[in-house]
């Protein structure tokens, strides 16, 4: 199974993306959902998660500004308002089942001032 994320671009400071991530095929045992970001030059951090389709998780530096969900597809989303240029990186979606991680290919977000 292969994850494919989209929904990244160019958007003005204070404006919003969403982003979606979505399996290739069905992943069994899913245990949990993420979202991780990678900025140029610095390491991937994670920024969101959700576990079980609703217990939801959010880094200090989200402040209320993104939102994570997911459907029965198993389709994974970021809902990312009130963007500004520190959130400009790399996003990528992570899988999580009893086999192991699932890494999206990534999705290029950049914010400008």
């Known amino acids: 199974v292969q994850l494919q994320a989209s929904g990244g671009g160019l958007v003005q400071s204070g404006g919003s993306l969403r982003l979606s991530c979505t399996p290739s095929?069905?992943?069994?045992?899913?245990?949990?959902q993420a979202w991780y970001r990678q900025a140029a030059g610095n390491e991937r951090t994670w920024v969101a998660s959700?576990?079980?389709?609703?217990?939801k998780r959010y880094a200090d530096f989200v402040e209320g500004r993104f939102t994570i969900s997911t459907d029965n597809s198993k389709n994974l989303y970021l809902q990312m308002n009130s963007l500004n240029h520190e959130d400009s990186a790399v996003y990528y979606c992570?899988?999580?089942?009893?086999?192991?991680?699932?890494w999206g290919q990534g999705t290029l977000v950049t914010v400008s001032s």
């Open positions: 095929g069905r992943i069994s045992g899913l245990k949990l």
């Open positions: 992570k899988y999580t089942s009893p086999w192991g991680d699932i």
């Open positions: 959700i576990t079980a389709g609703r217990h």
